[in-house]
């Protein structure tokens, strides 16, 4: 049996900038070490691998002339409802569908009435308080609305670096977010206040940063998961987690991936020291060195961690005490460590117009034998004028 040991000698340079250092000289309390001979590796698994997921539910989102999705930027899900941020070319919306895929109304309206948002850059739900909040952009603002789209307040924040904002959760009685890097902004991960959006805190620097009028770049996708009271997020370019509780970020698990990450001077001189998406191209084109994750998806069983760009991934079962390196996923775009959400013990990922297409023109071909749910899920689907469809991954519950 596999077994997590806790790491005895680690340098604090090392945990601290997310870099290796040749010579560990601290130790480091609370820090669980996977070492690499303790992990299982495992050559390619099903889309529904039965060793993690219970089951796997595909559901059309209903289409009509009033409802056509362009393109999917942010999905959440609270009391089996998914909120959706349709972002067009001119508009964006957010719309919401019932666990069928039927959908039942939009939240908000794009304009420039009192009770309208001008622009839309994430949003987040607040069950506890019945309600959503859309971060405006434009205004420096975000628009509180309860769940079944009633307006309440808009509340003006002041914070230009807010345009950053790419992902949000409301949880324990506060706002986390993940901030992409900008000329605004060179913080990963920020707290706010849910009555008044100020920062309480932000922490964890990105290692390039943005010189000049450049874009901003995004280069995470889903770095966070709340378990329990506590946050857990990706460092960039670092093969370690970090535990936030209590105004104070720790790190707590390092899983050893056969490769040391970059060192603190790999940018140093480059060409792309202050081009972040050069940069994450290029590391992640070096094989001299590990990449780090990039996205975290945490049951109350499971770790789950991949590089964005990569096809292999790791599973952690704390239930089992095993860690597992899956090499790649039987279908790509089927694959669970490709999703936009993790809901309890639920992952949401979106499977898109083009995808499906893939996939049909697979079947009509003959080019593999897809599962009879696939090839009837692709038989009746229209690629020109369909919404996309969900896929609801159920992963296996701890049973301890």
């Known amino acids: 049996m596999n077994k997590i040991i806790l790491l005895s000698i680690l340098s604090a340079s090392m945990l601290l900038t997310g870099y290796a250092e040749k010579s560990p000289t601290q130790k480091v309390a609370g820090l669980t070490f996977i070492p690499k001979d303790k ?13 993690f997921i219970d089951s796997c539910v595909f559901i059309p989102l209903e289409t009509s002339d009033s409802v056509l999705i362009s393109e999917i930027v942010q999905i959440e899900s609270y009391n089996d409802r998914y909120y959706i941020y349709d972002r067009h070319r001119e508009t ?52 509180e609305y309860d769940l079944n789209g009633k307006f309440l307040q808009t509340i003006r924040h002041g914070q230009e670096s807010f345009v950053s904002i790419s992902k949000t959760i409301c949880v324990n009685d506060y706002i986390y977010c993940f901030f992409h890097v900008s000329s605004w902004n060179d913080i990963i991960y920020f707290k706010l206040s849910p009555k008044d959006y100020s920062i309480i805190d932000k922490w964890m620097p990105y290692p390039v940063k943005i010189e000049g009028q450049q874009m901003g770049a995004t280069l995470l996708k889903h770095p966070f998961s709340i378990i329990g009271n506590e946050l857990h997020h990706v460092s960039l370019y670092s093969d370690t987690l ?68 990569n096809n292999d991934f790791y599973i952690i079962d704390k ?64 690629v020109e004028e369909d919404n996309p469809i969900l896929i609801i991954y159920y992963m296996k519950q701890s049973t301890k």
């Open 92 to 143: 964006t919306k957010l719309r919401v569908f019932d666990s069928k895929g039927k959908f039942l109304f939009d939240i908000g309206k794009q304009g420039n009435g009192a009770k309208e948002y001008r622009a839309m850059n994430a949003f987040f739900l607040n069950g506890k308080e019945n309600k959503v909040g859309i971060f405006d952009p434009m205004r420096l603002a975000v628009h």
């Open 242 to 309: 970090y535990s936030y509780q209590d105004g104070k970020d720790r790190p707590y698990l390092l899983i050893e991936t056969g490769k040391p990450n970059i060192p603190s001077d790999y940018f140093k001189g480059k060409p792309f020291e202050h081009k972040p998406n050069d940069a994450f191209i290029e590391i992640w084109r070096d094989e001299r060195y590990s990449p780090g994750f990039t996205e975290l998806f945490e049951t109350d069983r499971y770790i789950m961690v991949v590089f964005r760009l």
């Open 319 to 382: 239930d089992k005490k095993k860690t597992f390196h899956i090499l790649t996923a039987e279908e790509f775009y089927l694959d669970f460590m490709k999703s936009s959400l993790i809901c309890g013990n639920k992952l949401i990922k979106v499977l898109d117009q083009e995808q499906i297409s893939y996939y049909q023109n697979n079947i009509k071909n003959g080019n593999k034998d897809y599962p009879k749910q696939i090839r009837e899920l692709m038989s009746n689907y229209n």
């Open 39 to 51: 992990i299982t590796t495992i050559k390619e698994i099903a889309y529904n691998d039965s060793r």
